[in-house]
C-alpha cells in the first residue's frame, strides 16, 4: 500500500524527535486518531500536514517523502 510509506516515515521521525503520538497530534493541531490513521497507512497525509510536521520535527518535507516519491 502506497499510503504506508508516508505513515511508516512519520512515525519514525516522531518516535526520532521523541514525540508521543498524543504529543505531536497536539502540536499538529490534529486528533490523535486521524495521526494513527495516517502513521498506520489508512490515510494520506494532506500537503498541510506534511508541512507542519516537518516544521514542528525541524526537518524536511522532503526527508518524509518516501524515496520512489522523488521526481527527478
Sequence with gaps: METD????RIRAFR????YTQE????????SVSVLG???RGNRIPSQDVLEK???TLS????DLTPPDEFID
Aim: net charge positive.
Design 53 to 55: 510536521v516537518a516544521e
Design 59 to 62: 526537518i524536511s518535507v522532503s
Design 23 to 30: 504529543g505531536l497530534a497536539k502540536e499538529l493541531s490534529i
Design 5 to 8: 510509506k508516508w505513515g511508516r
Design 15 to 18: 518516535k526520532l524527535k521523541g
Design 37 to 39: 490513521e495516517i502513521e
